[in-house]
T-cell receptor, first 114, second 113 residues
Framework: QKEVEQNSGPLSVPEGAIASLNCTYS??????FFWYRQYSGKSPELIMSIYSNGDKEDGRFTAQLNKASQYVSLLIRDSQPSDSATYLCAVKRPWETGGFKTIFGAGTRLFVKA | DGGITQSPKYLFRKEGQNVTLSCEQNLNHDAMYWYRQDPGQGLRLIYYSQIVNDFQKGDIAEGYSVSREKKESFPLTVTSAQKNPTAFYLC????????????FGDGTRLSIL
């Protein structure tokens, strides 16, 4: 089982719809959660951070965290073709060697149809 | 403008050759990281450094080496021992040891000639 799992997609939604991206993680002591957007051939760009259970909204983006279910999601409202990218879920957990480690999922490809 | 600069953007390696990827940041971040990204896979940690003159192996350090002689610089050398070096290499930095997220440079795409 991968530590951070995402459906690889592609997830295809029409312009203006809500895109829902999901991520599950295996380590219960994980404490920080991040969503990155990565356009093809480019580097990941941080779009959301969430640290406590519940919802966090920023513009058209809402991150949802449920630590009991070990589940974090990203909702994109009013999806635009420019949102078409791969979305990486990242989870920070204690590392066996001390300190903390960020584990990245393989990403979900989102395609927004005009 | 503060940021993370990786160079070169594209790099080609001949068999048996060592190549060095540059990563410089002017964000005054303590921690720096090197990741490798292969198609359809998540980022895999090669090396990281929490402070100057100190660095630790990540999950896939074999065939790679790093140095951290200055806070702003964390170069990665891909040695000839790395038999499958073709990938997208990403450098990241983070402020402090807390919950802050990592921020990435623009990446270097390495290919074998």
């Amino acid at each position: 089982q991968k530590e951070v799992e995402q459906n690889s997609g592609p997830l295809s939604v029409p312009e203006g719809a809500i895109a829902s991206l999901n991520c599950t993680y295996s380590d219960r002591v994980s404490q920080s959660f991040f969503w990155y957007r990565q356009y093809s051939g480019k580097s990941p760009e941080l779009i959301m951070s969430i640290y406590s259970n519940g919802d966090k909204e920023d513009g058209r983006f809402t991150a949802q965290l449920n630590k009991a279910s070990q589940y974090v999601s990203l909702l994109i409202r009013d999806s635009q073709p420019s949102d078409s990218a791969t979305y990486l879920c990242a989870v920070k957990r204690p590392w066996e060697t001390g300190g903390f480690k960020t584990i990245f999922g393989a990403g979900t490809r989102l395609f927004v149809k005009a | 403008d503060g940021g993370i600069t990786q160079s070169p953007k594209y790099l080609f390696r001949k068999e048996g050759q060592n190549v060095t990827l540059s990563c410089e940041q002017n964000l005054n971040h303590d921690a720096m990281y090197w990741y490798r990204q292969d198609p359809g896979q998540g980022l895999r940690l090669i090396y990281y450094s929490q402070i100057v003159n100190d660095f630790q192996k990540g999950d896939i350090a074999e065939g790679y080496s790093v140095s951290r002689e200055k806070k702003e610089s964390f170069p990665l050398t891909v040695t000839s021992a790395q038999k499958n070096p073709t990938a997208f290499y990403l450098c990241a930095s983070k402020e402090g040891r807390g919950d802050q997220p990592q921020h990435f440079g623009d990446g270097t795409r390495l290919s074998i000639l």
